[in-house]
């Protein structure tokens, strides 16, 4: 769960409290962004069976300045080590520290999917995607080139038949090959995390 919070003292305590009124289990709490007074935190919660998570909305946002951006379900793992985790993988197996991040990608950025594309074939052509990634078919959207540097693309529906309005990360990782990793409806990827993304994939090569 994603919250904006004022970034001032008992403001993250306030949100525990909150949260633990509904019976949220909170397992990890990471700072993603801080900017100017308001600082943005991903909380990692397990709930009670049969409690819907729009109960935690609910409790975060009768806090003055509290803003829930985002829920989903994702990936068991993610926390405040995952970065670390994915350095160590793609350092005990160098040849194949392109294919590693791109596996964890849904972990460590809460995004859906991750795509490996070698972009030196004509056409560009997925090496590696993870279990819900689109199938390109013969070749990538025109919507994702180019590839040479690192930037966020916002898709519209219908990018891909069947697929709704996605946002999408393209980083490179070597010269012939780029990682990119995508949400199904949002929400964008700040700034702090396509750092952090092009940070690894600048690791990789």
Not at 29 to 42: C, F, S
Not at 143 to 159: C, I, K, M, Q, Y
């Amino acid at each position: 769960m994603r919250v904006s919070l004022p970034d001032r003292p008992g403001s993250l305590g306030a949100v525990a409290s909150a949260l633990g009124t509904v019976g949220a289990d909170i397992n990890a709490v990471e700072i993603v962004d801080k900017t100017g007074e308001v600082v943005i935190d991903d909380f990692i919660v397990d709930l009670p069976n049969g409690q819907l998570p729009e109960t935690l909305v609910t409790a975060c946002e009768v806090l003055d300045g509290v803003r829930v951006e985002w829920i989903s379900r994702y990936p068991e793992g993610g926390g405040l080590q995952s970065d670390l985790e994915a350095l160590e993988r793609m350092t005990a197996d160098p040849k194949q520290a392109a294919e590693t991040l791109a596996s964890m990608c849904p972990v460590v950025f809460r995004s859906h999917w991750a795509t490996l594309l070698d972009v030196a074939a004509d056409p560009p052509r997925a090496i590696y995607s993870t279990t819900l990634a689109p199938d390109f078919g013969d070749r990538p959207p025109d919507s994702l080139a180019p590839f040479h540097e690192t930037r966020r693309v916002d898709l519209p529906a219908g990018w891909l038949p069947g697929w709704g309005d996605s946002t999408v990360v393209i980083t490179p990782v070597a010269d012939d090959r780029v990682i990119i990793i995508g949400r199904l409806g949002g929400p964008p990827f700040l700034d702090s995390e396509i750092a952090r993304l092009n940070h690894l994939a600048a690791l990789v090569k």
